[in-house]
């Protein structure tokens, strides 16, 4: 299994290549990014999303496709996947990225990970490994034949899937690459159906609803048992869960499942701040490759950083049944 | 076409009784009934319950309108068997059907006994965030379904919104009112009140419903939002209406939890 790893630098690139855990990048590591692009907002508006994180402008995205080639250049061979991944693009939009994709194949990208479902045809026509994001909700197997149907090469699963599930849809669609999370920002909704905005201004919605006015309704309201369990539960759910989502544990069942990539979130985060958490994950990758059993692993794998204050019951894993089930 | 006018029930059927009684479930000619959200909920709903809507709908001279969620892998087997079961068992009271799946679309032509199809609630990927009062949800969709009505090469009856847009396609709207749904997971915080940590969230072994009785509200810059089940909505602002939509559909849980909104 790879690591995907996100960069929106030279910096970030630089700071990898230091990285002795990672070994050849060629082989244990593929990159990913965005990129801000002026003759979009021009056309479709500045509120007009090219990507998932495109409010977030310089802060999690490149200045243009000349330093997205600049930084394929220097990626030296690593494979290097885009991200178009707004979900919903109109008709003249869609027509709009075929040139940019085009644009895209031409500075050297290997693929372009997509949230649209009517895009993978057109990755392909330019030579380009099409994605489905998660945006596009892989939730069964019938979704994951949809996307190979349509084209699509990879299929990045939801965060909210049980290894159970991600085994069973691997074994019925069996011709696609899988890739998972693993590290960093958990999720608390669903990446494909949360349709608010993320942006810097208000923040995730989930964050926003931690920070307003709020009552516990109901049942709640009726004995102070009921509100205890409500209140205990409402704390747990806003101020513990998925604050620093984690999947080292489960390194070796998606290694042994076969998962193409695992997922480092973090396009908005820089390289510096990702650095002990990608030697951590080089590491374990390693370990679990000489592990006979999930046990095993669990042993000798290297424990993540800040494990005493996350690693708690599960609160901030990506897979707990790796522990608690 | 004249407008038609739905009540939704969905994520709430135990509550039929308090809401078979309201203005909006009387004026309407369509119930919708299951979840658009919870596979959980569509699965753990008790027979007795279903049979108790659909008497009452039937009774009430009315049809139903079947709502599926998107299932989830474990799911997904229990979910396809309930809607043929449900479909079989109430063939002409189940008049039509909402998916919010895209391969669930795809497969209804073998299930759907040629009712129609609607593309509900999470078909559209739209950005709709009342914090950002010009990022309302518009009829985007209508731009992937084609002049003779098909959507990834099926037929498809209309599509479902939050709010009311002038654009049109070439199939029918409905607009949902007073609630527009924003944002839900399969990590329920309703869900996990009476569950020990290591337990809580997931909902691995099914789900007892505690949304009957429990929902979160929350304010803040001037909007009201709602957590009911795994959704959360955001309550229109007073004034809006549905515009030129074919349909309208008044959300139950509205009612429900009209003190406390």
Partial sequence: MRLLVPVNSGEDLKILKKLKEAGDLRETTELYMGFDLPEWYERFGPDEDLNRMSAFRKEANLSGI???????????????????????????????????????????????????????????????????????????????????????????????????EIKEIMEAVPEAEYECFLMRNGCRYSDSNCLARHSSQYGAICTYLDRSQYSLCGKAAESFTEHDASLYNHHLFASAYQKAACGMCALWDLQSLGVTAGKVVGRADGGRSLLSDLSDLFYDLKIAGRCGSRQEYLEKMRMPRHYDSICYQGLNCYYPEVRYR | MTRQYAYSICDMMDRIGPASVQEEFRKAGLIYIGSYFCDLYFLSVPEKVWEAVLE??????????????????????????????????????????????????????????????????????????????????????????????????????????????????????????????????????????????????????GCSRPCRENWNVYRNGGVTFLKFGRAVYALQKHGEDAGSADRVIYDGIADLVREDI
């Fill in chain 2, 56 to 205: 009452e709908i039937s009774g009430q001279n009315k049809n139903a309108v079947l709502v599926v969620p998107v299932p989830s892998q474990r799911n997904l087997d229990a979910v396809k068997e309930k809607v043929r079961h449900l479909l079989k068992s109430w063939p002409e009271l189940i008049a039509e059907l909402v998916v919010n799946d895209p391969a669930f679309l795809l497969s209804s032509g073998e299930w759907g006994g040629g009712r129609d199809v609607w593309c509900g609630r999470l078909f559209s990927k739209e950005i709709r965030d009342p914090r950002y009062p010009h990022f309302r949800q518009n009829d985007r969709i209508s731009g992937h379904i084609s002049e003779d009505g098909t959507l990834l090469g099926t037929k498809v009856a209309g599509y479902e919104k939050e709010m009311y847009s002038d654009g049109r396609g070439s199939v029918s709207a409905a607009v949902h009112v007073p609630l527009s749904y924003i944002s839900m997971g399969r990590h329920c915080e309703i869900g996990s009140i009476r569950r020990t940590v290591t337990e809580k969230f997931r909902l691995w072994d």
């Fill in chain 1, 66 to 164: 000349e330093q997205v080639s600049e930084l394929i250049r220097a990626a030296s061979g690593i494979d290097v996947y885009i991200t178009l991944n707004g979900a919903d693009y109109t008709p003249e939009e869609e027509e709009f990225l075929d040139e940019v994709m085009a644009q895209l194949a031409d500075a050297g990208a290997f693929g372009v990970i997509l949230g649209d479902l009517f895009l993978a045809e057109t990755a392909i026509r330019h030579g380009l490994k099409p994605v489905a994001s998660t945006m596009t909700g892989i939730y069964n197997k019938d979704m994951a034949r949809l996307c190979v149907d349509m084209g699509f090469q990879r299929l990045i699963l939801p965060r909210d899937l049980t290894l159970e």
